[in-house]
């Protein structure tokens, strides 16, 4: 965007014109070649001592020429300063414009560029700096959506322009196109091979979409290219974390450290990692370093929440549990009226949004009753699948799908933020069980037949991150199919419920399966439920059904560490792993029960 120079005539007379043209190409020349220190003293010299044009144009170019090499040298001040002073010879100049917008979006100014550059107009529709200028300002003013077809023509304009695709694809996942992301990112990846932002960016966003094992090669990649670069050395660690490489995931991570010891999201993520280990008190410490490095990051409290809570600090644990309100993947519903505040509820109307996972709106469900018991006019906003087993909360409870449907709110909670707006602590959970019951016209299985019905449910949702941890093969179980005087029951609905070479030990019950409502009423046609941890596990507890729930080395935050019981679900038994990733010892442990409940 240099433009075109020419030396127009001259009226003094007496003035060497040939020898100031001679300069300024020797300027224009030494710029093109990349020697900005001689040319910048060339322009210079030529302001010094020219007599320009009596209507400033040549002189104006030749400051716009000095602007534009004071910014590629990064002197964004004296760049400015030069472009100043062009614009008062040519005012209105589009190309003075739009390398004046860009210095201001140098200089960490990008309201001003944008402010700027909307003067130009139009703006030329080949101006590679105007569109990426304007990109970049509208990106660090969080306006992503006026950012992105910037971020388009730049990348047709100069596809080699790396930058260009690798912005795009952050604008793209921020609206959540995480598909569009990844094919950003590729493109970079395919116009230069040794892009490590790229390769790293491209491996994030790949995590985002549950293809983890897809993810480690471009990540690995990244940090080949870039081996101190904390952001591809964290990926690559939470990568391997998830993964089940702990040890693997502990090196890449303290790299990332040792790299940038202030890097925040790496703390956070060795915290993960001594967390996966059961090491709690180094997993909180890494996780307080993280949230002191960042204090306004929602992620990284969530994490420490995650921890907080699996130790059993309830209070503290749903305090920092509020902060998903800041975060991208776990944040609440929110709606127009005032967010209840904990106060006494008797006499207002209380929305009550439903969030997350049914697990966990199962699970939180019973403080609604709570809080009608406490005088408040309660209704609970809830996915439909949930509808026709909500209902069984209580005649006190109005259900909606809207939320447009609830009429004179006075204010709202999110489900999952109720342990914290009613104090709860490990001491005071609410075990008014059961709270939840089939509906009468739910579906029923047929009568038992005589014998113990047992009702297994070893995988869960294969797009859950974690289902690979938490999912139990059905061949592990085979021991307890060799006991006698059980009807087995398969409890899979979709996700693995051809039981296979068990088709003759797993009675079929897909038909009584058919939504909440009717798996409650299996569940409560069932002598005993085992589960990993699925929301079948939430549903038989709240149930008040006998449940054996299997768990992984170190699970989900609400079960806890070294305990056999649950607090929030009186009838579940837990049956732990002793080992991370060994199914066996939790099967043989079952067994032994299995025999000795059958003679109970």
């Known amino acids: 965007d240099q433009g075109h120079f020419q030396v127009m005539s001259v009226d003094d007379p007496t003035h060497d014109a040939e020898g100031n043209r001679a300069l300024l190409q020797r300027a224009v020349e030494r710029h093109h070649a990349g020697a900005l220190s001689e040319a910048i003293d060339l322009y210079r010299q030529a302001l010094d001592g020219a007599a320009m044009s009596v209507d400033g144009t040549v002189e104006g170019e030749v400051w716009r020429l000095l602007g534009v090499a004071l910014r590629t040298a990064g002197d964004f001040g004296g760049a400015l300063d030069a472009l100043d002073n062009a614009l008062a010879r040519t005012p209105g100049d589009a190309l003075v414009l739009v390398e004046r917008g860009a210095t201001l979006q140098d200089l960490g100014r990008p309201a001003d560029a944008v402010k700027v550059l909307r003067t130009v107009t139009p703006l030329p529709s080949e101006s590679v700096l105007g569109h990426a200028t304007l990109a970049d300002a509208y990106r660090a003013l969080d306006q992503i959506d006026v950012a992105i077809p910037h971020y388009r023509r730049l990348v047709e304009l100069a596809p080699d322009i790396i930058d260009a695709h690798i912005n795009l694809g952050a604008c793209l996942q921020k609206t959540g196109d995480v598909v569009g992301a990844i094919a950003c990112y590729r493109a970079a990846l395919d116009a230069d091979q040794h892009s490590g932002a790229a390769a790293t960016n491209l491996g994030l966003a790949l995590m985002k979409t549950g293809g983890l094992d897809a993810a480690v090669a471009p990540l690995e990649r990244g940090v080949a290219l870039d081996p101190s670069d904390p952001l591809a050395l964290n990926g690559l660690g939470a990568a391997y974390l998830r993964l089940g490489r702990t040890d693997d995931a502990e090196r890449a991570i303290r790299r990332a450290i040792d790299a940038a010891p202030d890097h925040a999201p790496a703390w956070s993520n060795l915290g993960n990692v001594y967390q996966d280990r059961r090491r709690l008190d180094d997993a909180l410490a890494a996780h307080d370093k993280s949230v002191a490095l960042d204090p306004e990051n929602g992620e990284l409290h969530w994490n420490r929440a995650m921890t907080l809570l699996l130790s059993g600090d309830l209070e503290r644990g749903f305090t920092a549990y509020e902060w998903r309100r800041r975060t991208r993947d776990h944040a609440p519903p929110d709606h127009d009226s005032p967010l209840w505040d904990g106060g006494d509820p008797a006499g207002k109307h209380l929305l009550l949004l439903a969030e997350q996972g049914f697990g966990d709106m199962i699970q939180s469900a019973r403080y609604a009753p709570l809080l009608a018991t406490r005088g408040a006019r309660v209704t609970l906003a809830c996915p439909p699948k949930l509808l026709n087993l909500f209902g069984s909360l209580g005649r006190d409870i109005a259900l909606v799908t809207n939320t447009g449907d609830a009429r004179d709110v006075n204010c709202h909670a999110p489900l999952m933020s109720l342990p914290f707006l009613c104090g709860t602590t490990a001491g005071t959970i609410p075990v008014d069980i059961p709270y939840l019951a089939a509906p009468p016209g739910a579906t029923r299985p047929p009568p038992p037949s005589g014998r113990r019905r047992v009702g297994l449910c070893w995988t869960g949702n294969p797009d859950h991150p974690d289902n690979p941890h938490r999912s139990c093969p059905l061949d592990a179980f085979a021991p307890l199919f060799r006991q006698d005087g059980i009807e087995w029951i398969s409890l899979q609905y979709g996700y693995g419920a051809a039981p296979g070479a068990y088709a003759d030990r797993l009675a079929d019950w897909t038909e009584f399966l058919e939504g909440f409502a009717n798996t ?81």
């Open 520 to 600: 409650a009423a299996a569940l409560e046609a069932l002598d005993l439920v085992i589960t990993i941890d699925t929301s079948t596990a939430h549903l038989a507890g709240a149930l008040g059904r006998p449940t054996w729930l299997l768990l992984k080395f170190t699970p989900d935050w609400r079960w806890m560490l070294d305990r056999d019981d649950s607090p929030w679900y009186p009838t579940l038994r837990l049956f732990r792993q002793s080992h991370a990733g060994r199914w066996d010892d939790v099967i043989t442990r079952l067994e032994h029960r299995l025999r000795d409940w059958i003679i109970e």
